[in-house]
């Protein structure tokens, strides 16, 4: 595992730099996309180059998870949250970018045909990821199975409580059930970048970096991925 301590700008360059080196070298890659606060400046990062030349034309793009039950329309719906900050920034193909479908009337099906659509894809090249304070990667909380695949998940107080500001506040606004990639699935992309920032991230990344790998820290398991980079400012570091 690598880890980089630097200022967020920075961090958001270097895995710009990930996404940018990947895509001139195969441009039919794959990347894996989070929503969150966390890949904001990358994706700001990655609009800039594709403005300077950088084409997404012919790449494709999975997103780590998504709520159950928003309207379609809802501006919190992740499907919603990618087009606006990433998707329509870039030049992707219409349908090149897609998500677990968290409106579908059989959600384990659902389920079943997302990562059959990633398999089918060949696989996740680069995937971008954030971390929850409770160490959750895509929607993965504590007590998921590190072998875990696409799947439907209930959100702890905790997740719904962070992303409440999302939704005016309220955390009963919040929804309860997600579909999520699961651990294994997220393990299975050839390249891991994570970002953290901030002080409220410091517990989750101690243990993601140097705590036993455990499903009570979930985010741990990429310990044992064979090319993990982790992307933390000062703050999110304070704990290392
Ligand atoms: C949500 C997302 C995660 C993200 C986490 C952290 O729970 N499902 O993918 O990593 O929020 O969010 P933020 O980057 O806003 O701190």
Redesign the pocket.
């Known amino acids: 595992m690598e880890v980089v301590i630097a200022p967020a700008d920075q961090l958001a360059r270097l895995a710009a730099d990930a996404v940018e080196a990947l895509l001139r070298g195969k441009p039919d890659a794959v990347l894996g996309l ?5 890949p904001l400046k990358v994706y700001d990062e990655l609009v800039r180059r594709h403005e300077a030349g950088l084409s997404f034309a012919r790449a494709r793009a999975f997103m ?2 998504e709520y159950v039950g928003l309207p379609a329309e809802h501006p919190e719906r992740y499907r919603n949250v990618i087009e606006k900050e990433i998707a329509s920034r870039v030049d992707f193909e219409p349908g090149a970018v897609e998500g677990p479908d968290g409106l579908a009337d059989d959600l384990v099906a659902a389920c079943a045909a997302y990562e059959a659509a990633i398999a089918d894809a060949g696989g996740v090249d680069l995937q971008i ?4 304070t409770d160490g ?4 993965n909380e504590p007590g998921s199975s590190l072998a875990s695949r696409t799947r439907i998940k209930t959100l702890t107080r905790q ?1 719904r409580e ?2 409440a500001r999302f939704f005016g506040g309220s955390v009963d606004d919040v929804p309860r059930h997600c579909l999520t990639q699961g651990l294994a699935t997220i393990m299975s992309a050839r390249h891991l970048v994570l970002l953290a920032t901030g002080k409220a991230k410091a517990e989750a990344v101690h243990q993601l970096v140097e705590g036993p790998v455990s499903a009570m820290w979930p985010a741990s398991v990429m310990q044992l991925h064979p090319h993990a980079t982790v992307l933390v400012d000062d703050a999110a570091a304070s704990r290392l």
């Open positions: 989070a929503t969150g606060s966390s780590l998870d990821l954030g971390i929850g959750h990667i895509a929607f997740t962070d992303n």
